[in-house]
């Protein structure tokens, strides 16, 4: 199976900061990587797929890069409703799809 | 407007049987493959089961693998989830995700509102 590390686990930011969440894989998924995110007590919704591709109606703050087996997720400007909680997950080898551990956003 | 509605989650003891279905509506059903997605309390996401547009085929992630049943009636518009012999460990929000239409594979692009399934005696 292939296993997804995101990290960091936790991130502290302000408003207006730039943010950079990284998921990697252990071995190569390109380009069937998605991210997704979530906010408390609500279902996830997916931002990024495949790993560069912008979601209809996600803010173009977000963005996602990265192939082989290293991947970011980069928010330009954090803004209050984009604390949450941020998965990637792996598409390329399945069954299992597996998700990272999750990289929470909270406001500094 | 694109609707996954869940429903059939409640508490049972270990060993019991468990039935969770998603009505879907505002899409055409019989186009997307489905999915079971769960989360433990305060826990991640974890990938339960998937099944294709035709349910002609089935994947579980091996934790449920005959325990768990996924199926499909594009009749109705619903997606199940039978499952049994629950055991303490699947207890988690259960979202039903519908995978987007198109060249495979899919992502989920959109989730209903979750089912809350507890196991405890």
């Known amino acids: 199976d292939i296993q997804l590390t995101q990290s960091p686990s936790f991130l502290s930011a302000s408003i207006g900061d730039r943010v950079t969440l990284t998921c990697r894989a252990s071995q190569g998924i390109t380009p069937y990587l998605a991210w997704y995110q979530q906010k408390p007590g609500k279902a996830p919704k997916l931002l990024i797929y495949?790993?560069?591709t912008l979601q209809s109606g996600v803010p173009s703050r977000f963005s996602g890069s990265g192939s082989g087996t290293e991947f970011t997720l980069t928010i330009s400007s954090l803004q209050p409703e984009d604390f949450a909680t941020y998965y990637c997950?792996?598409?390329?080898?399945?069954?299992?799809?597996?998700f990272g551990q999750g990289t929470t956003v909270e406001i500094k | 407007e694109v609707q996954l509605l869940e429903s059939g989650g409640g508490l049972v003891q270990p060993g019991g049987s468990l039935r969770l279905s998603c009505a879907a509506s505002?899409?055409?059903?019989?186009?997307?493959?489905m999915s079971w997605v769960r989360q433990a309390p305060g826990k991640g996401l974890e990938w339960v089961s998937t099944i294709s547009a035709s349910a002609g085929s089935t994947y579980y992630t091996d934790s449920v693998k005959g325990r768990f049943t996924i199926s499909r009636d594009n009749s109705k518009n619903t997606l199940s989830l039978q499952m049994n012999s629950l055991r303490v460990e699947d207890a988690a929000v259960y979202y039903c995700?519908?995978?987007?239409?198109?060249?495979?594979?899919?992502?989920?692009?959109?989730w209903g509102q979750g089912a809350l399934v507890t196991v405890s005696s």
């Open positions: 995700a519908r995978l987007s239409e198109g060249a495979a594979p899919a992502a989920a692009d959109f």
């Open positions: 495949p790993a560069s």
């Open positions: 997950q792996q598409l390329n080898s399945f069954p299992p799809w597996t």
């Open positions: 505002g899409f055409t059903f019989n186009n997307n493959a």
